[in-house]
C-alpha cells in the first residue's frame, strides 16, 4: 500500500525567502509523484510530476521537486517565495500502472506568505 | 484551456437523502474519478471509471455509493441515503491516460448534511 507523509501542515515563509515543503512517500513499486497546489476556493492545479525520468523535475511557477529514492521523498523547492505562492500544497502517489489508479495523497500543507 | 467542471458548487442535504454530484470531464479524457476531502483531512480516492464501467474503488465506495456516465460528457456520483460523515468536498478528475497522466480535477462540490 501507498503512503504519503507532508511535514507540516502549515509552513510561513516571508516573501522572497526560500519555500521547501517536504513530502515522504512509501510505496513497493516505483513511485509517479506529484505536487498539486489549491488556491482558495478553486480544484487542485498539477504543478509538477516525477515519472522516471530525471530525478530533479521544474513545473510551473518556478517550482521544482527532486526524487530521492534512497531518502524516499519528494521535497518542493522555490528560491524566492511570491506573495500569490500562498496556497494549500499537496503531495501525491501513483503506483506504475497496475493496481488502483487512484492518487494517494498527503494531508497537505498550508504555506503562509508574510510580507 | 479545457478544465473539468462540476455542480453544485454546495450541496445541503438531510440525512438519508439521496444527493447526485454531477461533474463534466474533459471531452477527450477516458478515465474518471472520484476523491473526497473530509475538513481537515486528506484527499481521499473514491472510485475510477473507464470504458462505462468501474476500474478500481477504495473501502470507502460501499454500496451506498454509485458512478454513472449518463450521457457521454456527465459523470455523476450518487450518494443513496446520506450520513452526516458524508459531509465533505468531493472532487471530480479526468485524465486521457493510467499512470503518469495528469489528473485534472474539477473547482468540487463541498456536500452539507444535515
Known amino acids: 500500500a501507498q503512503s504519503v507523509t507532508q511535514l507540516g501542515s502549515h509552513v510561513s515563509v516571508s516573501e522572497g525567502a526560500l519555500v521547501l515543503l517536504r513530502c515522504n512517500y512509501s510505496?513497493?513499486?516505483?513511485?509517479?509523484l506529484f505536487w498539486y497546489v489549491q488556491y482558495p476556493n478553486q480544484g487542485l492545479q498539477l504543478l509538477l510530476k516525477?515519472?522516471?525520468?530525471?530525478?530533479l523535475v521544474k513545473g510551473i511557477n518556478g517550482f521544482e521537486a527532486e526524487f530521492k529514492k534512497s531518502e524516499t521523498s519528494f521535497h518542493l523547492t522555490k528560491p524566492s517565495a511570491h506573495m500569490s505562492d500562498a496556497a494549500e500544497y499537496f503531495c501525491?502517489?501513483?503506483?506504475?500502472?497496475?493496481?488502483?489508479?487512484?492518487?494517494?495523497f498527503g494531508k497537505g500543507t498550508h504555506l503562509i506568505i508574510q510580507p | 484551456e479545457p478544465e473539468v467542471t462540476q455542480t453544485p458548487s454546495h450541496q445541503v442535504t438531510q440525512m438519508g437523502q439521496e444527493v447526485i454530484l454531477r461533474c463534466v470531464p474533459i471531452?477527450?479524457?477516458?478515465?474518471f474519478y472520484w476523491y473526497r476531502q473530509i475538513l481537515g483531512q486528506k484527499v481521499e480516492f473514491l472510485v475510477s471509471?473507464?470504458?462505462?464501467?468501474?476500474?478500481?474503488k477504495s473501502e470507502i465506495f460501499d454500496d451506498q455509493f454509485s458512478v454513472e456516465r449518463p450521457d457521454g460528457s456527465n459523470f455523476t456520483l450518487k450518494i443513496r441515503s446520506t450520513k452526516l460523515e458524508d459531509s465533505a468536498m468531493y472532487f471530480c478528475?479526468?485524465?486521457?491516460?493510467?499512470?503518469?497522466?495528469?489528473?485534472?480535477f474539477g473547482p468540487g462540490t463541498r456536500l452539507t448534511v444535515l
Open positions: 478528475a479526468s485524465t486521457g491516460g493510467r499512470g503518469a497522466d495528469t489528473q485534472y
Open positions: 510505496s513497493s513499486v516505483p513511485p509517479y
Open positions: 516525477y515519472t522516471s525520468a530525471a530525478t
Open positions: 501525491a502517489v501513483s503506483d506504475s500502472g497496475g493496481g488502483a489508479d487512484g492518487l494517494t
Open positions: 471531452s477527450n479524457h477516458l478515465y
Open positions: 471509471f473507464y470504458n462505462n464501467e468501474i476500474s478500481e
